[in-house]
């Protein structure tokens, strides 16, 4: 067991090492800017994150108009919401149904729509999810413990060029009387990339 | 190319596992990485495809064996040497020794969040018409470049229809290997799962009709794709 973690712990220092070894040498070439590396960092950490996603997603479900602007043109009704950051220069949205679920991969790299969803996790970057969701979607959600009725069928989005999908997932029962920010607080990170759906709230008394 | 990253179809990974919780960042190296990529790409010296590229033809063992922060750090090394920012020399000893090159002026913090809301948009004008329309059927073309391309081994030489068309976009092909952007039309290529991948794959898994109707959309380039007559 001492061992394992010591391995694990010299493969580390060893690339941390390697790291700080780089970042000192490109500042000192006056390539980067070690505080503007903080504050993209800070940026992903503290401003860019599933909350806009799901800003988007509960303004869908609460507003026609915008609803109809995001089938139309995702690109112009999701920047008219301030999220229009790298990685999310081109959006598409994609409405889940009872009829339709859809997932989003990258089989080729690890594009993802950061503007909307922030830095993808580590399982959407690597190669169990990247080499299954498009031979397998139905084995991909089975390890999310996501289980489609019969009649539901797939569609899944490789995204191989700089489009970004954005899954809106169906509006959960019971939500009748949310307005959009509680309901935006239902979105799931996982929701909006179609590896989750969303359970019914709990009723209220 | 057919590299260690076009995984698309591949078997034997395992479950897919979700880490609860799990940070952006595990280490604070991977910050660093991450940080000093999106800094250095605003250097301009390099464009996303030549920066994909540059990850992808890592060797496949090592490309499967290194985390994701790794690959990107293996990628910035490799794009840096290409375009003699620094040498072996320089990353071994830690002091800068090559001559700067000066068109690399660095981000600045105060710049950070305009560049990063402004992003690179890959999309642009031609007057040149599309060749496709949707609901028209396509075939795709039967390539194995050594270099960039966007066309996974899964999905060439397969029947498609045109869903969307997106605009013009920046071909990766050229752009990735230097001979410029040749920008040309973007479409949604919608494949049924059956035409990818059998009858008996896709029956397999699920006996119910509905995974007949199961599909897979890929954004495919013009040159990309031949109008398919067939039925």
Known sequence: MHSHDDDDHSHLTDIEARVRALESLLGEKGYINSTAVDEIVQTYEKKIGPQNGAHVVAKAWTDKQFNDWLRKDATAAIHSLGYTSRQGEHMEAVFNSPDTHHLVVCTLCSCYPWSVLGLPPTWYKSPPYRSKAVIDPRGVLADFGVHLPEHTSIEVHDSTAEIRYLVIPERPANTDDLDEKALSQLVTRNSMIGTAILAPAEKTK | ?231
């Not at chain 2, 950070?112 to 496709?132: C, I, Y």
């Not at chain 2, 013009?168 to 059956?194: C, I, M, N, R």
Request: proline share 6%; net charge negative; glycine share 8%.
């Open chain 2, 1 to 231: 190319m057919n590299g260690g990253a076009d995984l698309g179809g591949m078997m034997g990974f395992g479950p897919v596992i979700e880490e609860p919780d799990e940070p952006n960042f595990h280490a604070q190296w991977e910050e660093r990485v991450l940080g000093i990529t999106v800094a250095l790409g605003a250097c301009g010296q390099w464009n996303i495809d030549q920066s994909r590229f540059a990850r992808e033809s890592l060797p496949p063992a090592i490309y499967l064996s290194s985390s994701y922060y790794e690959i990107w750090y293996r990628g910035i090394v490799k794009l840096l040497k290409q375009n003699h920012m620094i040498s072996d020399k320089e990353l071994a000893t830690a002091q800068a020794s090559l001559p700067r090159v000066d068109e690399c002026n660095a981000l600045l913090p105060e710049n950070v969040e305009a560049t990063l809301m402004a992003g690179s948009p890959a999309n642009r004008k031609s007057d040149q018409p599309a060749a496709f329309d949707v609901g028209q059927q396509v075939r795709t073309i039967n390539i194995h470049p050594e270099t960039h391309t966007r066309l996974p081994r899964y999905a060439r030489d397969k029947t498609g229809i045109i869903s969307k068309v997106h605009g013009v976009h920046v071909l990766p092909d050229t752009s990735a290997v230097g001979q410029g952007e040749q920008a040309t039309w973007l479409y949604k290529v919608s494949f049924d799962a059956q035409t990818l991948w059998g009858d008996t794959r896709v029956n397999e898994q699920v006996n119910n009709k509905a995974t007949n109707k199961d599909k897979v959309h890929l954004d495919l380039w013009q040159p990309y794709l031949k109008a398919d007559t067939t039925l």
